[in-house]
């Protein structure tokens, strides 16, 4: 993976007049074309959606909301972030970070199995470095979750290169690929859990004296087990391991990337979306999505699986910004945004609930639409298609290339991602505001497409992936590492010089719910307030172990 890259680039700025003068000439062209066009057929694609539930009888009058098909720009570049190339990753320890060969003590190890779905486990395994780290421990190659209903039966040098993750974290923190034999025999030390979010602190108090004691301790369905507020040496070593030790093996990496070498060819600019429309995750949201009776039966009957869950109460769900938008307001949310009908889109999915029917109105709005399924052949995904952690990394790596990735819920996947992009230059990551969106949605038939847009282009303000947005130190440490994130106030400060360059005035910053999984609340006190259908399902998730398999699918992608 590469080095953090300092970004000087400026020089694009300055926009040759020529480039402009024919842009411009392009874009009257469009309008032109536009205008003559006849009214657009778009909309009777989107009329028949499944969204469109507050249109009465009355379709007579031409209705007020109508998506033109061009874009537009509105005084911001579509596809970087405003001031990205003024912050860069910096993951580099301290002088005052030992060499592990001088801190590391013999005899003690420490073994990990990891538990989720690939972007879970990868959570797992940087906190595991960190967690070995702490307790100047040896620690042995993660064993990857073969039993999650995932059932991905991959190791560990299966999906990750292995010898690299070793070799690059070579100073920081011992690693041997398997436990030594003891007394000739194969060792099985004990296992235990530690708590989520476990400090320094709880590290060294619960594990110190086992590890004196018996040297050897297997720590089980290991994620996010480790605090989010630790100090910076330790929080830049996860972004190391993060960012720079884990590194997919080979064949995943050149499948990845002949995949965004297609998108490329077709379109200079590409846009990653992760829809994760699926049943379950929509039945376990309680929420509704426009389907009427079909869908609610449906829904209904996959939720009650889950015999602990509340009622749904779907609108209160909706106000809260709980529920994934459906496809349809995922596109309609871009080309307010500004995004033309031209765009190329990856949409990154597993089973999108109604299939085809669901999807149609957001390939209306972008026709340019593709999957892996799409722009590879079945013999190509052969060796992937079978193992879903090499499926989900194959999204992962598009996703990742991507110009722009859009994610539309807040699982593992999108908050590594989230904060990946991040370091590697704040790469745009739109995150639908979904709280101040949907009352945008639900009445757009009777607002004009002007108005929507404009509402749109406010509400996202803040949730567009540009630097310092949200408070630092909130949210998961992988969705924000903002400990590994520095400035180069000095370019900033000569380039503010230019007219209208301040920061992003932002008043949607108390839209941001923390509708993390309930894998993640555990005992962070600090995020309580409005997670009721999470923490309730929490607690029963504790007390329901045969549930346990089932939630973890749904909630550690
Ligand atoms: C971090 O360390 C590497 C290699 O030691 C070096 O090339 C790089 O410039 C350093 N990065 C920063 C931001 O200091
Ligand atoms: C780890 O090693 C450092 C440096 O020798 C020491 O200060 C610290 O107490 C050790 N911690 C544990 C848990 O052994
Ligand atoms: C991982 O799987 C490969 C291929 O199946 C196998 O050769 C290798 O021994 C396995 N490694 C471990 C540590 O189980
Ligand atoms: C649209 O209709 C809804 C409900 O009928 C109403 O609350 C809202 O104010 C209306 N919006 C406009 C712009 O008229």
């Known amino acids: 993976m590469a080095m953090p890259r300092r970004r000087h680039q400026y020089s694009h700025r300055r926009i040759p007049a020529a480039i ?25 694609h989107l009329r028949h959606t499944m969204m469109n539930i507050d249109i009465g009888g009355e379709l007579n009058e031409a209705p007020l909301f109508r998506v033109p098909n061009y874009g537009g720009v509105f005084g911001r570049d579509l596809w970087s972030s405003k001031n990205g190339e003024f ?20 005899n003690r190890y420490l073994a990990i199995a990891t538990s989720g779905g690939l972007n879970q486990q990868r959570t797992g395994i940087i906190d595991s470095v960190v967690a070995a780290r702490i307790l100047n421990a040896t620690l042995v190659v993660p064993t990857l979750d073969k039993k999650s209903f995932w059932k991905d ?78 100090d910076t040496d330790l929080q830049k070593l996860r972004c190391r391991v993060n960012y720079h030790a884990l590194k997919f093996t080979d064949p995943i990496l050149e499948m990845g990337r002949k995949l965004v070498q297609r998108m490329r060819i077709r379109s200079q600019h590409y846009i990653a979306i992760h829809l994760r429309f699926e049943p379950d995750m929509l039945a376990f949201s309680g929420c509704y999505y426009g389907g009427g009776d079909k869908e609610r039966k449906e829904l209904g009957k996959i939720r009650r699986r889950w015999k602990t869950l509340h009622i749904s109460n779907p609108d209160k769900g909706r106000r809260q910004g709980r529920c994934p938008l459906t496809p349809e307001e995922v ?21 999108i609930y109604g299939g085809e029917e669901t999807l149609a109105p957001l390939k209306a709005l972008f026709p340019n639409f593709y999957s892996k399924d799409t722009i590879a052949s079945k013999e190509e995904l052969e060796l992937f298609s079978s193992f879903s952690s090499r499926m989900a990394a194959l999204d992962f790596v598009v996703c990742d290339e991507s110009d722009v990735f859009v994610t539309n819920n807040n699982g593992n996947m999108a908050k590594i991602l989230s904060g990946r992009r991040r370091y590697f230059g704040h790469k745009p990551t739109i995150r639908p505001n979904a709280k101040k969106l949907y009352s945008l949605f639900m009445h757009r038939d009777n607002t004009t497409w002007d108005e929507f847009a404009s509402r749109v282009r406010q509400y996202q303000k803040g949730f567009m992936g540009e630097p310092k947005e949200g408070r630092p130190g909130r949210g998961v440490f992988h969705e924000n590492p903002a400990s590994c994130i520095c400035e180069d106030s000095e370019a900033k400060t000569e380039m503010n010089l230019v007219p209208n360059w301040g920061d992003v005035e932002d008043q949607n910053t108390n839209d941001d719910i923390d509708w993390s999984d309930p894998e993640d609340e555990d005992d962070d006190k600090t995020s309580q307030q409005g997670n009721s259908l999470y923490d309730e399902t929490r607690l029963d998730y504790e007390r329901t172990s045969s549930e346990e398999a089932v939630l973890d699918e749904l909630l550690s992608d």
């Open 87 to 106: 912050y860069y990753g910096c993951s580099n320890a301290s002088n005052n970070f030992a060499k592990a060969a001088i801190i590391t003590q013999p």
């Open 153 to 230: 039966v991959s190791n560990f040098s299966e999906i990750f290169d292995i010898d690299w993750f070793i070799s690059y974290l070579a100073k920081d923190v011992e690693i041997i690929k398997e436990l030594p034999r003891r007394r000739g025999q194969i060792w099985n030390p004990k296992r235990m859990r530690v708590p989520r979010k476990c400090n320094e602190r709880c590290y060294i108090s619960r594990l110190g004296p086992v590890l004196m004691k018996k040297h050897a301790v297997t720590l089980t369905k290991f994620d996010y087990r480790l605090s989010n507020k630790l």
């Open 20 to 44: 402009f003068a024919i842009s411009s000439a392009i874009l009257i062209l469009f309008i032109f074309l536009y205008l003559l066009a006849p009214s657009p057929h778009d909309n009777d």
């Open 331 to 351: 596109g309609l949310l871009l080309r307010a945004l500004g995004y033309d009908k031209h765009t190329h889109i990856y949409v990154a999915s597993g089973e």
